[in-house]
């Protein structure tokens, strides 16, 4: 039964699948636009989805192990396109509006981050108060920092919240190193250090052991999206110089995604290529193949919301028993409720923000 759902979100990624560029281009010079970006995102938080549901559950048909398999051999590779779109978003934005927006990354990006998700964090204690689920004290304010949890997906809003912080830093310490210096030399110095303070942000936690290596393994990708952002016009004109080199390109990364794939769990190094190969064969594919409809999109847009209050329903609906008396219920249950709830908290955290950081008119 899961292999319908499952073959319903494959024919959702199906729908209006574009594989011919429009007016007669090489390939599709939109695939890294807002909406492209965004209905890739939303394919990526569905496949979160269904992992998360399945950390709930118990399978015990055949079919559906297989069903299970499919997410286990993606791994940590389904949020890797998260941090490297974020990367370059970031990136894009520095481009065009320069230190003003650098200087606006903690509040814009970090303390607004912080906010939608500690709203998140007092929802989740509400619920499992309500649910009779007490935690230590500590635990409850580490919670608020992503450290800890209660319930919540944390890591991977630490650690984008980490890599805002280290691209604030970088940055401003550049532009103090680099005042006489060429804009893209600075942005060049500046992509050198935020990368070494993802190294440095991996290597904390590894060495000291400090978190398991899901935290750290993914964050390299948003490094790599500040790095694409400056080097993308030389990189798409080497891949897309005619079609053989592109098939040599999407080959090669697909080749390298299967290889490292199958190698990840032998080492770190080998688990970092794997991420960075999954990342490379994406891009590279969506040149050419365009998975882009209002759905997946809409998907992308609140992927935020959908992110974090998925593990509401999946809570709330396995302490009322749904999960033992009817998995297939129970996933139809959480999708449901699941959408809305994303939907309100994007819309109304996104106001209160706004409320809150708008400038406030003075009167007479």
């Known amino acids: 039964m899961m292999f319908l759902f499952f073959g319903l979100f494959v024919l959702l990624c199906l729908y209006k699948v574009q594989l011919k560029p429009k007016n007669g281009e090489k390939y599709m010079t939109d695939y890294m636009s807002v909406e492209k970006t965004m209905s890739i995102k939303g394919i990526f938080i569905l496949i979160v989805f269904f992992s998360h549901f399945n950390s709930y559950v118990t399978f015990s048909s055949p079919a559906e192990y297989y069903y299970v398999k499919i997410f286990h051999i993606i791994g940590q590779a389904m ?30 990006r970090i303390l607004g981050t912080y906010f939608r998700f500690d709203i998140a964090v007092l929802i989740f204690i509400i619920v ?24 919540n997906s944390n890591w991977y809003i630490f650690a984008v919240i980490v890599a805002y912080f280290v691209t604030f830093v970088s940055f401003e310490i550049c532009r103090l190193l680099t005042k006489k210096a060429s804009t893209q030399a600075y ?7 935020v990368t070494l303070g993802c190294l440095a942000y991996i290597f904390v936690l590894a060495y000291f052991k400090l978190k398991s290596m899901y935290w750290f393994d993914t964050i390299i990708c948003y490094a790599c999206g500040i790095w694409y952002s400056l080097l993308r016009d030389k990189i798409e004109k080497k891949i897309n110089k005619n079609f053989v080199v592109y098939a040599v390109f999407f080959i090669g990364t697909a080749a390298g995604t299967l290889y490292f794939m199958l190698k990840r769990g032998s080492g770190f190094v080998n688990a970092e290529l794997y991420m960075l190969f999954f990342v490379s064969f994406v891009v590279i594919m969506s040149m050419r193949v365009s998975f882009h409809n209002k759905i997946l999109m809409w998907c992308g847009k609140n992927l935020f919301g959908l992110y974090i209050m998925q593990r509401i329903p999946m809570i709330v609906f396995k302490a009322i028993g749904v999960a033992d008396f009817n998995v297939y219920l129970y996933f139809v249950l959480c999708v449901a409720v699941t959408v809305p709830v994303a939907w309100a908290f994007e819309k109304y955290t996104v106001k209160l923000w706004n409320l809150i950081t708008s400038p406030k008119k003075k009167t007479a």
């Open 128 to 151: 499992q108060t309500i649910l009779g689920n007490i935690f230590p004290v500590s635990q409850y304010l580490l919670s608020f920092t992503g450290w800890d949890a209660v319930g």
């Open 79 to 108: 949020v890797t396109l998260f941090l490297f779109y974020s990367g370059y978003g970031v990136m894009e934005s520095i481009k065009k509006k320069g230190m003003r927006y650098v200087h606006k990354i903690p509040v814009t």
């Open 187 to 193: 942005n060049y110095l500046s992509a050198v250090f």
